[in-house]
């Protein structure tokens, strides 16, 4: 089996808790009111993207002359941070086509559940090995939503095409990048602890997410 293949059935396992954490979302009565505050927790998660692959692009280098993976985890970031630069702005673009003012979302204060899905990702990178970056990647876009999946959320929010822009954007850019990033995780001759790490990462972001998820929809009632 494939690093990418061990990957994915492990994450086969965890991806139905953040399924069900996705569905209270979308079939909640008050889903119109909730995807702003969607958006603005998505922004809040989608703003650290390239600061973290620079973090681990920056780390990689640093050790990559006794390290080969660690070279070759920068590399990749070297390539994918040009790929992911402003996706945070068309957050804040679908989040002012709804008519929310960009400066009211960069004001809020996330959430502690954020910051840990986040931060984990900095401790791993500095004090272990920037290869556990590529866990969390593997969870954010391996797996990206479907034209119809946002079809449905337009329907059920009533909201028009352009407060969707980033999950239409992902919907048709995430799988050639997911394609990308398996074939990067299965050329690297990854240590046993590097391996685990990879995992960790991903798990860890799979039980963060549906976290982030739950505790927006908790805080709409049931």
């Known amino acids: 089996m494939s690093e990418s293949e061990r990957l994915r059935r492990l994450l086969g396992v965890l991806l139905p ?20 505050e969607y958006l603005v927790h998505m922004h809040w998660i989608v703003r650290a993207s390239v600061p973290l692959m620079e973090a681990a692009r920056v780390r990689g280098e ?8 660690a070279a070759a985890v920068a590399a990749y970031f ?6 992911e630069l402003r996706h945070d702005e068309w957050l804040l673009e679908d989040l002012e086509a709804i008519g929310w003012e960009r400066e009211t979302v960069l004001e809020r204060t996330p959430t502690p559940t954020v910051a840990g899905v986040v931060g984990a990702q900095y401790y791993w990178i500095f004090h272990y090995h920037p290869v ?4 969390y990647t593997t969870l954010l ?3 990206p939503p479907g034209p119809e999946d946002v079809e449905l959320l337009m329907e059920k929010t009533g909201y028009g095409a352009d407060s969707f822009r980033t999950m239409r954007g992902h919907a048709e850019l995430d799988p050639g990048h997911a394609e990308e990033l398996f074939e990067a995780i299965d050329g690297l001759a990854l240590t046993p602890g590097q391996s685990a790490v990879l995992g960790l990462s991903a798990m860890s972001t799979a039980h963060g997410l549906a976290r982030v998820l739950d505790e927006l929809v908790d805080g709409f009632g049931d």
């Open 17 to 36: 808790d953040l399924s069900r954490a996705g569905r209270r979302l979308v079939d909640h009565p008050q889903v119109r009111d909730m995807y702003p």
């Open 132 to 135: 556990a970056l590529l866990g």
């Open 62 to 69: 640093a050790i990559g002359a006794d390290d080969p993976t």
């Open 78 to 83: 070297e390539k994918h941070i040009e790929e």
């Open 141 to 143: 876009e391996g797996y």
